[in-house]
Structure formats: structure tokens, C-alpha cells
């Protein structure tokens, strides 16, 4: 008899979730797409790195 394998609790939920919300999945996508997947300014990072002060390797606190 083969074994199930392990699935938490966390995932069993979220898997739960998905088949009772499917809206959730494009709900999902649409949130990862407006906050991640977006084109990267290189002149802007390159100006913001340039502006930062840099961290002393150690601080006494």
C-alpha cells in the first residue's frame, strides 16, 4: 500500500481555498503583476544607489 505523502496544513488550506475561490488564482496574478512584474527603471536605481549613504561595516549601538 503506497504511502500519501505529507501535505501541511498551510497547504491543504490554501489549496482548499482555491477550489471553493477560483477568482482567487487571477485575483492573485493581477496583485503579483501591479506590484512585481513591471519593467526596471536601470537610470533611476543607478541614481538612488549613487544617493545612499553608505553603512560604516560595523556600528556600536
Known sequence: ???KPYESDTTTFI????TKKPELR???LNARSLWWD?????K???ELDK????KKP???Y
Open 1 to 3: 500500500m503506497p504511502k
Open 15 to 18: 489549496k482548499s481555498l482555491f
Open 26 to 28: 487571477e485575483q492573485q
Open 38 to 42: 513591471r519593467e526596471q527603471d536601470l
Open 44 to 46: 533611476q536605481q543607478s
Open 51 to 54: 544617493a545612499s549613504i553608505k
Open 58 to 60: 560595523y556600528e556600536y
